[in-house]
């Protein structure tokens, strides 16, 4: 269930392990593994982008201001936990304009 903290802020997630596995489960539900026969090995297919409001959708908040204002007034953990998402998003889309 939520709670609500000091300033009206909905705890959601009431550790930054449950953010953390939430996150995972986003970006997990972005690709699905195929077997790439030339290599030998299953490698990840994208079956939709990830994103940043995607993500925020995908954990229950109603905005990307309302996932950063979360983190905001929650301990440093939970800011880490979307920090830590928001360096995959970016090193996704490096390796993409890469390729």
């Not at 079956?47 to 925020?56: C, D, E, N, Q, V």
């Amino acid at each position: 269930m939520s709670k609500a903290f000091g300033s009206g802020v909905i705890c959601i997630y009431p550790t930054p392990d449950s953010l953390a596995a939430k996150v995972d489960e986003y970006f997990d539900s972005c690709f699905i593994m195929k077997h790439n026969p030339k290599l030998g090995v299953d490698m990840p297919f994208e079956i939709k982008t990830p994103t940043f409001s995607g993500l925020a959708r995908f954990l229950g908040f109603g905005s990307r201001s309302a996932l950063l204002n979360y983190c905001n007034e929650k301990d440093e953990r939970f800011k880490d936990v979307i920090n830590d998402a928001k360096l995959r998003l970016e090193e996704y889309y490096e390796a993409k304009l890469i390729h």
